[in-house]
Nanobody, 115 residues
Framework: QVQLVESGGGLVQAGESLRLSCAAS????????MGWYRQGPGKQRELVAD???????NYADSVKGRFTISRDNAKNTVYLQMNSLQPEDTAVYYC?????????WGQGTQVTVSS
């Protein structure tokens, strides 16, 4: 099993920034892709960004140029730097990790952006 613990959510005003962190523990050997998903009110969960062990990144069109995902393999931690936040970014953000064909999820952290 892989345990994922997120931190860094909160309430900000439009245009401000937040940085999310997600630390992995447990059976971390073999984790390949780590990423961030979000689920806004009344919406389906969607991919925000993900990153491979080698550092290849993938972003949703809606966050390109504003969000940056990074990963510290030595610390088994993935980060999401979110700049120029907008009210439509309001959601619960979930960390994810893939290992041996299985997907693992964190408990989620709330990000609320006021206008």
């Amino acid at each position: 099993q892989v345990q994922l613990v997120e931190s860094g959510g909160g309430l900000v005003q439009a245009g401000e920034s937040l940085r999310l962190s997600c630390a992995a523990s447990g059976r971390i050997f073999g984790i390949s892709v780590m990423g961030w998903y979000r689920q806004g009110p009344g919406k389906q969960r969607e991919l925000v960004a993900d990153i491979t062990t080698g550092g290849t990144t993938n972003y949703a069109d809606s966050v390109k140029g504003r969000f940056t995902i990074s990963r510290d393999n030595a610390k088994n931690t993935v980060y999401l730097q979110m700049n120029s936040l907008q009210p439509e970014d309001t959601a619960v953000y979930y960390c994810s990790a893939r290992r041996s064909g299985s997907a693992y999820w964190g408990q989620g952290t709330q990000v609320t952006v006021s206008s």
